[in-house]
């Protein structure tokens, strides 16, 4: 059964840099989409941006500014970095797998999410 | 960016009644790339149903998944009382993918 563990700072300061790490347990790394999703009490969910372990990566363009997202495939694992974070980034953050091997799939696996919180 | 509307935001049933959701899209959603999640407090969202109207494994019968074009609807043929939480339908078909606002299901 695939997991997904995520892990980094829950609490920041306006302006810092977001950094979030998704490790994939058990199971095929390779040829999916991995991708990272946020969920805020005024949004709602909001899909972030997708890598593949060839770095292949589509961003969300709300974002695409400030977002970065990386992949190292010898540990099997994904990361987020978020640039210039402001209250408005205070969400739950996750990190997940879609159903399917290849683009433009439903998510069926998901990281237990990160609470981060932006505050001076 | 499609933008989904899902109605009603809170829908208020009895356990064993019947419940309709709807989610609508401001664009056709391509080839049917439309999926329902089900969250409940303190959890991930768990996916329920995928190409509009396949279920995820392990969900129950008493899901099903209807509709194509830019509307689509999640039934719960009898509700269990496990079942209210949280329901969010997904278009995957075209980047970025987005989420509707949610409709929440509560006990009456």
């Known amino acids: 059964q695939v997991q997904l563990q995520q892990w980094g700072a829950g609490l920041l300061k306006p302006s810092e840099t977001l950094s979030l790490t998704c490790a994939v347990y058990?199971?095929?790394?390779?040829?999916?989409?991995w991708s990272w999703i946020r969920q805020t009490p005024g949004k709602g969910l909001e899909w972030i941006g997708e890598?593949?372990?060839?770095?292949?990566?589509n961003y969300n363009p709300s974002l695409k500014s400030r977002v970065t997202i990386s992949v190292d495939t010898s540990k099997n694992q994904f990361s987020l970095r978020l640039r210039s974070m402001t209250a408005a980034d205070t969400a739950v953050y996750y990190c997940?797998?879609?159903?399917?091997?290849?683009?433009?799939?439903?998510?069926?696996?998901w990281g237990q999410g990160t609470m981060v919180t932006v505050s001076s | 960016e499609v933008v989904l509307t899902q109605s009603p935001g809170t829908l208020s049933l009895s356990p064993g009644e019947r419940a309709t959701l709807s989610c609508r899209a401001s664009?056709?959603?391509?080839?049917?790339?439309l999926a329902w999640y089900q969250q409940k407090p303190g959890q991930a969202p768990r996916l329920l149903i995928y190409?509009?109207?396949s279920r995820a494994t392990g969900i129950p019968h008493r899901f099903s998944g209807s509709g194509s074009g830019t509307d689509f609807t999640l039934t719960i043929s009898r509700l269990e009382p496990e079942d209210f939480a949280v329901y969010y339908c997904?278009?995957?078909?075209?980047?970025?993918?987005?989420f509707g606002q949610g409709t929440k299901l509560e006990i009456k």
């Open positions: 997940a797998r879609p159903l399917r091997n290849y683009q433009g799939s439903a998510f069926d696996i």
């Open positions: 058990v199971g095929s790394f390779s040829g999916y989409y």
């Open positions: 890598i593949t372990d060839s770095g292949n990566i």
């Open positions: 664009q056709s959603a391509s080839g049917s790339y």
């Open positions: 190409g509009a109207s």
């Open positions: 997904q278009q995957y078909g075209s980047s970025p993918y987005t």
